[in-house]
T-cell receptor, first 115, second 113 residues
């Protein structure tokens, strides 16, 4: 079953606005939560990641907010630009699993930033 | 530093055939994992290798297999291809066995006709 649920499926934001994408997980063993950005014809590119020992991480215009008790995390893109138009994936993993490492992805959010 | 390289970029195969995809990880990276991406199912984990050993496997049939060589390069093989195997196959590399940063290649687009 889908271990990470992502919403919305698609999002349209005006240039300069804030894009917000949400994810929820069930497995409390997950301890690493990355976000990936994917453009058409390209592989996913690591954007930003967070561990549950912090509630927020900011890198430039991208911020992850993490709520451990609610088992939710979100990506905020401030001052959204047309160049941010892409598909965004959240993911979660148990980085301490000795039997191997696997990313569990959400279904993705298609973001369109209009001029 | 060169990124993850996957070859070929595109493949067209006939149902029932088999296919081998190749992945060269970032230099120095020893963990390689494979993912299948489809519009319906999204990104799904296939398997992960470290030091030539498969350490983890996703929920895919035995037709999907892989291996890793001593230079960390990896191949995945799909036998008896089905139409539903049409997908973008992505390889990701990580520098350490429990390191969390995974860097993806551009993928191999497989079309089964």
């Amino acid at each position: 079953q889908q271990q990470v649920k992502q919403s919305p499926q698609s999002l349209i934001v005006q240039k300069g606005g804030i894009s917000i994408i949400n994810c929820a997980y069930e497995n409390t063993a997950f301890d690493y939560f990355p976000w990936y950005q994917q453009f058409p014809g390209k592989g996913p590119a690591l954007l930003i990641a967070i561990r549950p020992d912090v509630s927020e991480k900011k890198e430039g215009r991208f911020t992850i907010s993490f709520n451990k008790s609610a088992k939710q995390f979100s990506l905020h893109i401030m001052d959204s630009q047309p160049g941010d138009s892409a598909t965004y994936f959240c993911a979660a993993s148990n980085s301490m699993r000795n039997s191997g490492y696997a990313l569990n992805f959400g279904k993705g959010t298609s973001l369109l930033v209009t001029p | 530093k060169a990124g993850v390289t996957q070859t070929p970029r595109y493949l067209i195969k006939t149902r029932g055939q088999q296919v081998t995809l190749s992945c060269s990880p970032i230099s120095g990276h020893r963990s390689v994992s494979w993912y299948q991406q489809t519009p319906g199912q999204g990104l799904q984990f296939l398997f992960e290798y470290f030091s030539e050993t498969q350490r983890n496997k996703g929920n895919f049939p035995g037709r999907f297999s892989g291996r890793q060589f001593s230079n960390s390069r990896s191949e995945m093989n799909v036998s008896t291809l089905e139409l539903g195997d049409s997908a973008l196959y992505l390889c990701a590399s990580s520098p350490q066995p429990l390191n969390t940063e995974a860097f993806f290649g551009q993928g191999t687009r497989l079309t089964v006709v």
